[in-house]
């Protein structure tokens, strides 16, 4: 067994956790209201979970500029997770 070679499994998990997070890419961009809607209810609920929740809902309260950001880092997020896609295969299939 090759020690620089991921393992079937690894990849398969890192591509998996891909798909999620360019299915939330997909809601922030094509379906915007209802991806703010879910996030906002998210941290609206009572009792809460989430640490630092207030400080998340002072930022969702001007939605344009919430969404504009949100946009811009998914981007940057975007270029990253398909680079590091492509690397993870890359790395399998050597």
Do not use: C, H
């Not at 997020?77 to 890359?90: E, N, Q």
């Amino acid at each position: 067994m090759d020690l620089n070679k991921p393992s079937l499994g690894f990849v398969l998990v890192f591509l998996l956790l891909s798909l999620l997070f360019f299915r939330n890419t997909y809601k922030l961009w094509f379906r915007t209201d209802s991806y703010y809607q879910d996030i906002y209810n998210s941290l609206a609920r009572e009792p809460s979970i989430y640490p630092f929740r207030k400080f998340f809902l002072q930022r969702m309260e001007n939605k344009e500029r919430w969404v504009l950001w949100q946009k811009i880092f998914s981007l940057l997020g975007l270029v990253a997770v398909i680079a590091a896609d492509v690397l993870v295969v890359m790395a399998y299939f050597k």
